[in-house]
C-alpha cells in the first residue's frame, strides 16, 4: 500500500540518521522524495541508494531556500529534520553559566531558525495547493531542561512552539495545510554509535545509556520514520498544532513500583 502515493517531500539533514531513515520510509511508501543536506557527497551517495533526487542545502542561509524554491515551487510534504546538537566540534561547555554566545547562536541558527526559514518555504510552496504537511524534528530535549546542552534543549523548545504558531496560522487562512512536532528522546543513530564506542561490554554501556528509560532500550530511526509516515499521510489530516513524543516512556514518569 503506497500512502505517500503522488506527494513530493522534502527532507532537510537526509544524509543520515533519522532523516535518511525518513526519505527511506517515504520513497518506499510511494513519494517523490527531494534529499536535503549541506552535506553533498554524503547527500548524493545517500540519494543514490534509495533512488531518490538530491539537493544541496544549508538550512541557515536564506539564498539556499529561495533557490529550492525555485526547483520545488510545489511540494506536499515539508520534512524539517536538520539539527546540531552543539557538540559536534567539541565537548563545550553548553551549560547556561558557561555557553558562549557564538555557540548559542550557531546551535539556535541551525535548528530554530532553519527549522522557521523551512516553515516559511513550505507554506508558500503549499499555499497554491491549499493542503500538505509540515513536520518539525524538536526532541525530548526541548520538553524538560537540559542543564549542559542549554543552547540545544532552548532550541527544541522553540521549535515544539513554532509548530503550533505555524498550524494556526494556516489554519486561520483557511489551508489545509498541518504542522506537527516529533520529539523522540534517545534514537539509535550514528551519533550515539560514535559515542557508545564498541567492544565487549558494548551492551552493558547501552543498558546504562537507558536505564532511566522505562522501556530500558533506544528506539529506532525506523519508529521515528513509521510517524513521520504518518503525519505525512492523509491518515493524519485532522491532526495540527500537535506534539507526538518518542521516548520509551520517560515524561510518563518513573515505571518503578512504590518503595522501590
Known sequence: MARLKDKLAVVTGGARG???????????????????????????????????????????????????????????????????????????????????????????????????????????????????SIINMSSRSGVVGIPGAAAYAASKAAIRNHSKSVALYAAQNGWAIRCNSVQPAAILTPMWETLLGDGPDLEQRKAAMVKDTPLKRFGTVEEVAALCVYLASDESAYMTGSELTLDGGLLAGSAASPGD
Open 18 to 132: 533519522i532523516g535518511r531513515g525518513i526519505c527511506e520510509a517515504f520513497f518506499r511508501e510511494g513519494a517523490e522524495v527531494i534529499l536535503t543536506d549541506i552535506d553533498v557527497e554524503e547527500g548524493q551517495a545517500a540519494a543514490r541508494a534509495i533512488g531518490c533526487r538530491f539537493h544541496k542545502l544549508d538550512v541557515t542561509e536564506e539564498v539556499d531556500w529561495e533557490t529550492l524554491a525555485h526547483i520545488a515551487p510545489a511540494i506536499d510534504v515539508m520534512v524539517n529534520n536538520a539539527g546540531i546538537t552543539g557538540f559536534e566540534d567539541g565537548p563545550g561547555p553548553h551549560d547556561p553559566e558557561h555557553a558562549s554566545l557564538a555557540e548559542w547562536r550557531r546551535v539556535n541558527a541551525v535548528n530554530m531558525e532553519g527549522t522557521f526559514l523551512g516553515c516559511r518555504y513550505a507554506l508558500n510552496a503549499m499555499k497554491a495547493k491549499g493542503k500538505g
